[in-house]
C-alpha cells in the first residue's frame, strides 16, 4: 500500500507512485500538477478543460456524468492501461472528477485490482486512505463488484440490500449506525 501522507482535500492526492487522485479545482492548478510532474490528466466529467501544465503530454476527456447508470466500466481498462504506459515511461497520472470522490476514485480503484494485484476491498481502503471522502456511487460500486469477479473469479464486496437502496456490504454498519429522522 501507499505509505504517503495525502495532499489535503484541496491537492492532489498521491495513491502510488505514478498515480494521482483529484477534485477538479486541484487539477486545474498548474502550480501543483507541475510540482507533481504530471505527464497524463484523465478528466471523468462533463466539463473539458485544457492542460493547466507543460508537463502534461496527454490528455483524456471522459465525459460521464456521476450518475449510477454511467457504463465507466467500459473505461476501467483503456485507463489502467494508460496509468501504466506513463509509469513505465516514468511519467505520473492524475485522474479526477469534479468532486474526487465517485468516478475518478473508481478509475483508481480499477487499476489497484488490476496492476497491483489487490482485492476490491483493499484497494477501496487503499485509495480511501488517500483521500478519505472517496465514495463511489452505487452503480460503480456495482461495476467494480463485476470487475473484481472477472478480474479474480470471486469477491471480496458484495452488494446487499438496505433501507436506502442496495450498497456495497463494507457500509451496512454505517447504515445501521444511522439513526432515522
Known amino acids: 500500500m501507499n505509505r504517503s501522507r495525502p495532499a489535503g482535500l ?3 492526492c498521491p495513491v502510488t507512485e505514478h498515480l494521482y487522485l483529484s477534485n477538479g479545482r486541484a487539477a486545474g492548478d498548474s502550480v501543483q500538477v507541475s510540482r507533481c510532474e ?4 484523465v478528466n471523468v466529467s462533463g466539463s473539458r478543460k485544457s492542460c493547466p501544465s507543460p508537463t502534461v503530454v496527454e490528455y483524456v476527456h471522459i465525459p460521464l456524468p456521476d450518475s449510477p447508470l454511467s457504463p465507466l466500466c ?3 481498462d483503456p485507463v489502467s492501461e ?3 504506459a506513463h509509469a513505465r515511461s516514468g511519467g505520473r497520472t492524475l485522474v479526477h472528477c469534479n468532486a474526487g470522490v465517485s468516478r475518478s476514485a473508481t478509475l483508481c480503484i480499477a487499476h489497484l485490482m488490476k496492476h497491483r494485484g489487490v482485492t476490491l476491498l483493499e484497494a477501496h481502503a487503499w485509495v480511501k486512505s488517500c483521500r478519505p471522502m472517496v465514495r463511489p456511487n452505487h452503480g460503480f460500486w456495482k461495476q467494480l463488484v463485476q470487475y473484481e469477479m ?3 473469479g470471486c469477491n471480496s464486496v458484495h ?3 438496505s433501507s436506502i437502496g442496495e450498497i456495497p456490504d463494507i457500509y ?3 447504515i445501521k449506525n444511522m439513526v432515522p429522522l
Not at 504530471?38 to 490528466?41: E, L, M, P, S, Y
Open 10 to 12: 484541496s491537492g492532489l
Open 38 to 41: 504530471i505527464t497524463c490528466v
Open 74 to 76: 467500459l473505461h476501467f
Open 82 to 84: 494508460k496509468i501504466q
Open 150 to 152: 472477472q478480474l479474480r
Open 159 to 161: 452488494m446487499v440490500s
Open 172 to 174: 451496512e454498519g454505517e
